[in-house]
Antibody, heavy 118, light 107 residues
């Protein structure tokens, strides 16, 4: 079964740091681009960051550029999001999401992990 | 950035109704438009990609259409399990952006 499992969410003070992890299983992880998206309480979805299958190319939303770093370890089938200089507006459920091959869409999502900055 | 605007923001409908949700992009996305369904407390689920292609396992009562800037998600006969929030998302140019969501509620 194709599965993504996030971990690492927590309460953190403004200015603090946190690292999220997403463990993948059931597919050839290194073949697929991966993403982080988030959803603030009661709000809509926001794409945060993406990374190519080989990890060479990374992409960020302007709202997190310079503060967040996406990375992956294909030997461990794991995606990461290093979050620095956290702000109250970063409070959200963070989802990892797998890109499908071909025209991009997020075809598999994890269950999410909550990050609270307060 | 490409802005995505959905209408309506919410709607009330009955089981068996035909429901249509519209998504408009601030500039052309060709057919790079995806639709997701999200139920409370759950992760989003991909329904349709490249405007009209049904994701595997999604019931055929869901359909998508459109190109350029105007897109539509249609549910031909609303079922109890379809009450949820629906989001469009463009995958034409980074940053990928979502619409604000359309909540489909029971009348």
């Amino acid at each position: 079964e194709v599965q993504l499992l996030e971990s690492g969410g927590d309460f953190v003070q403004p200015g603090g740091s946190l690292r999220l992890s997403c463990a993948a299983s059931g597919f050839t992880f290194s073949t697929y681009a991966m993403n982080w998206a988030r959803q603030a309480p009661g709000k809509g979805l926001e794409w945060v960051s993406g990374i190519s299958g080989n990890g060479v190319s990374t992409y960020y939303a302007d709202s997190v550029k310079g503060r967040f770093i996406i990375s992956r370890d294909n030997s461990k089938n794991t995606l990461y999001l290093q979050m620095n200089s956290l702000r109250a507006e970063d409070t959200a459920v963070y989802y990892c999401a797998k890109s499908r091959l071909g025209p991009d869409a997020f075809d598999i999502w994890g269950q999410g992990t909550m990050v609270t900055v307060s | 950035d490409i802005q995505m605007t959905q209408s309506p923001s919410s709607l009330s409908a009955s089981v068996g109704d035909r429901v249509t949700i519209t998504c408009r992009a601030s500039q052309s996305t060709s057919r790079h438009l995806n639709w997701y369904q999200q139920k409370p407390g759950k992760a989003p689920k991909l329904l349709i990609y490249v405007a009209s292609t049904l994701q595997s396992g999604v019931p055929s009562r869901f359909s998508g259409s459109g190109s350029g800037t105007d897109f539509t998600l249609t549910i031909s006969s609303l079922q109890p399990e379809d009450f949820a929030t629906y989001y469009c998302q463009q995958s034409y140019s980074l940053p990928w952006t979502f619409g604000q969501g359309t909540k489909v509620e029971i009348k």
